[in-house]
């Protein structure tokens, strides 16, 4: 089976977002996050990005779907109307399964929400995961779970300075 990264930005207490939006304005992170999930080495293909349903409803209008990648939603909701080429699954496995089989898919990024992240980082086909960390506590009300130890650092950037927002990447790989 494909394997696929998380792509998250989490603050010192694993806070990632808050009333269904995010907590922080970090133009850097989301310019990190535009490169990591639209990079491909063959141009015929394109990327796959895994989303619960409360962050797919969360996008900005004009990003929604997020454009020049396959947007793919999960819920349990037979009947969520979604645009035309988005696709939607009602659990992680069915997306992977079917994923799988797309040979135009180069790479996938589970990239949220809290739920979706639970799930994702105990997923045996999950092998890395792209972390932004920011210094400082945000009052969110959804976490990143508790990284299992299975994922080590890989790369640790610096420490920057954005919008009076300290923040670092760090890409964890799994042992
Ligand atoms: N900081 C970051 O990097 C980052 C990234 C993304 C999102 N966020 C933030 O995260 C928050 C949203 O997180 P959330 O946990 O509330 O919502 P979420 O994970 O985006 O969506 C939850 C919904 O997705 C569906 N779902 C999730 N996992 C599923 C699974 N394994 N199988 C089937 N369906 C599944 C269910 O939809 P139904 O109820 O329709 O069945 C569930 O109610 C927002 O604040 C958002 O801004 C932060």
Request: charged content about 25%; proline content about 6%; overall charge negative.
């Amino acid at each position: 089976m494909k394997s696929f990264a998380i792509v998250a930005a989490m603050d010192e207490a694993r806070g990632i977002g808050k009333a269904d939006g995010l907590a922080w304005h970090l133009p850097s992170d989301l310019r990190r996050f535009k490169e990591i999930t639209s990079a491909v080495s063959d141009p015929s293909k394109r990327n796959a990005l895994l989303m619960g349903r409360k962050t797919w409803e969360s996008l900005p209008a004009h990003f929604c779907p997020l454009p020049g990648r396959l947007n793919v939603v999960l819920t349990r909701q037979e009947d969520l109307g979604l645009p035309e080429g988005v696709l939607r699954f009602s659990n992680l496995d069915q997306a992977m399964e079917y994923l799988d089989k797309e040979p135009d898919i180069e790479h996938i990024f589970c990239i949220g929400g809290a739920q979706m992240y639970a799930h994702a980082v105990e997923h045996s086909a999950c092998n890395r995961i792209f972390a932004t960390h920011l210094q400082g506590k945000f009052d969110c009300d959804s976490f990143f779970p508790i990284m299992p130890s299975r994922f080590r650092p890989a790369a640790t950037g610096p420490w920057q300075r954005e919008e009076n927002q300290t923040y670092r990447f760090i890409d964890y790989t799994c042992c």
